[in-house]
């Protein structure tokens, strides 16, 4: 991609604001939600691409970052942030942030949250007897039989959340967590578990086909094989919540039409037109659930009810311990 006069600036003239983000549903859901109304009233247009965190991180290092703002999870900022790859964020600049109620660890130093996505137990109805209430009862093999999926470090952190929760660990006791606790956990369950998952869209897959009778999944991956008339519920009960948001790389060229989209993101009615296209959009603020319809507020992570029944991870402790994490993972895959 070109750099100079194609990228525009926070000049006069026609602007250019380039994006990188995941792509696909999630991307068009932006376009529509976002990028598109944006435009319209700004007459800054918004390209995106899709770069993975490494090559943003590459570019900043080079000193020629190829895109003006990114979203991404606030555990992959925290991570750029620790490597100096981030421009602090000046919120003062953000009006729609001020007095928002936006919780404050969606406001860190080094990005804006925007929405939010969960990972949320699912299962048949079909092939359990009674209802899954808890992460204690997909660890009961003998009430609940039948086999299970959870999810493999090499797609996203593991979930040693449910692991502990399952052992007792109350939700709001979670962090620090105590490794050797969750792995015990995970132990016990170990010779239930078909498979762990390594791509989003595998669990759901396995479900669909009857291949597990339980699995933790993302959410909007269970409202898709429900649409389809599977015999498919699930449970908000210890849902993980995680964060997406905007990060502006160090010595982005565009800045102020940078700050322009992520306040344009952060006004209720834009937040709430996200929700109602991705089942990854969670609102942030939470003024944004008022414009929602109880169907749509059902399928959310940050709906008033949904929040009571899950928990935020701590991307601060996951920053600091993945790598430990991962290393200790392997110890026990191999064991």
Same mark, same amino acid.
Request: hydrophobic share 40%; charged share 25%.
């Given at each position: ?63 020629? #970052? ?25 919120? &003062? ?44 009862? /997909?660890?009961?093999?003998?009430? /609940? ?10 797609? &996203?952190? #593991? ?16 962090? #620090? ?25 595998? #669990? ?51 800045? &102020? ?6 306040? /344009? ?46 928990? &935020? ?23």
């Amino acid at each position: 991609m070109g750099t100079g006069e194609s990228r525009g600036s926070s000049g006069g003239g026609k602007k250019r604001l380039v994006v990188s983000n995941s792509g696909g549903a999630y991307n068009d859901a932006l376009t529509k939600a976002i990028y598109e109304p944006f435009a319209k009233e700004t007459g800054i247009t918004v390209s995106t691409v899709n770069y993975q965190s490494a090559q943003v991180i590459a570019q900043v290092k080079q000193g020629r #970052p190829q895109i003006d703002l990114m979203d991404n999870s606030l555990l992959v900022f925290q991570k750029m942030a620790r490597l100096d790859c981030l421009e602090a964020v000046d919120h &003062d600049r953000l009006k729609q942030a001020k007095g928002a109620g936006i919780p404050e660890h969606q406001l860190p130093e080094h990005a804006v949250g925007k929405n939010v996505w969960a990972s949320v137990m699912a299962y048949r109805t079909d092939s359990l007897k009674r209802t899954p209430k808890s992460w204690d009862d /997909f660890w009961n093999t003998h009430s /609940f039989s039948g086999p299970r999926s959870l999810q493999s470090p090499d797609v &996203d952190i #593991p979930e040693l959340e449910f692991a502990l929760l399952a052992d007792g660990v109350p939700l709001d006791k979670l962090y #620090p967590l105590d490794l050797d606790r969750a792995f015990a956990s995970l132990s016990r369950i170990r010779g239930g578990v078909k498979k762990f998952w390594n791509t989003g869209a595998l #669990p759901a897959v396995l479900l669909g086909r009857k291949e597990v009778v339980m699995t933790s999944l993302w959410g909007g991956r269970a409202d898709e094989l429900i649409r389809q008339g599977q015999p498919i519920a699930y449970q908000w009960n210890g849902a993980r919540r995680l964060t997406n948001g905007w990060g502006i790389p160090k010595g982005a060229g565009n800045t &102020d039409a940078a700050y322009q989209l992520i306040d /344009f993101s952060l006004r209720p009615q834009v937040q709430a037109a996200f929700a109602r296209l991705s089942p990854a959009g969670g609102p942030v603020v939470p003024a944004a659930t008022k414009l929602l319809s109880d169907d749509v507020l059902a399928t959310l992570p940050t709906s008033p009810e949904n929040l009571k029944t899950g928990f &935020d991870a701590d991307v601060t402790w996951w920053d600091k311990n993945r790598d430990v994490v991962a290393k200790r993972w392997q110890e026990w895959a191999d064991a």
